[in-house]
């Protein structure tokens, strides 16, 4: 008698093989989850950046006035100098309430902080980041910050 030699897989091979393809699944599955993570930071970080260069652009285009500002004061209430000619103390108000609302809408839990120390404009960015590491320079715990320093 012939005996004739099964063809195909067998059910432990492709077990094996749903196990290892199931593996490599979840490696990138992990890599997509850290990519997400990192670039919702560098974003974070990105829109901190931006906001205090407008800042500090608002503070070169009214020179005469003091931008200061410490963390977790109430924006100023300005008029709307879009809309109505203004003094140079209401354009500087409308800027930090302009300014101040961006930044509580681009950055969570945002805050900032602009000393004025002469010519020299120093503003720090503050916003809540569970993921990212403890920053020792920053207030609060899971907070975030950046510090631009620049002349007028």
Request: glycine share 6%.
């Amino acid at each position: 008698m012939r005996t004739r030699k099964a063809a195909g897989f067998s059910l432990i091979e492709v077990l094996v093989a749903v196990l290892i393809v199931s593996i490599g699944v979840l490696g990138v599955a992990g890599l997509q989850f850290v990519a997400l993570r990192n670039n919702t930071n560098a974003l974070f970080r990105t829109q901190a950046f931006q906001l205090a260069y407008d800042v500090i652009d608002r503070a070169r285009a009214n020179p005469d006035q003091d931008y200061a500002l410490a963390f977790g004061d109430a924006a100023p209430d300005g008029p709307d100098c879009t809309a109505t000619d203004c003094t140079p103390t209401e354009v500087r108000d409308y800027d930090l309430e302009v300014w101040m609302t961006d930044l509580s809408d681009a950055l969570p839990s945002g805050d900032a902080q602009v000393e004025v120390n002469g010519d020299i404009v120093t503003v720090t960015v503050q916003w809540r980041d569970e993921r990212a590491p403890e920053d020792p320079d920053c207030p609060g715990a899971d907070m975030v910050c950046l510090e631009v320093s620049t002349a007028l």
